[in-house]
């Protein structure tokens, strides 16, 4: 069985206000509280943000595998393919 942290999704307020500031540090404690619960990948998710998810996904990403170590699940309702945001 794998477990997916769903926790940095950006439908939850606290995160939105974290992605939309680039709070990393919020980002990080998110997702290291995850780790500690022992997920196998750390949901992402900037969906709320019209216009600018892929920029917000690209920088979750990075914010979370620069110290956890944890695989990201990115989490979008658009296809895939080259995004134009």
Known sequence: MMLIGELLN???KTIAEAIEAKDGPAVLKTAADQADAVVDFVDVNAGVFVGREAEYLKWLVEVVQSQAPLACS???ARTPGP???
């Open 10 to 12: 950006a439908s939850r």
């Open 74 to 76: 990115l989490d979008s």
């Open 83 to 85: 995004w134009t945001d």
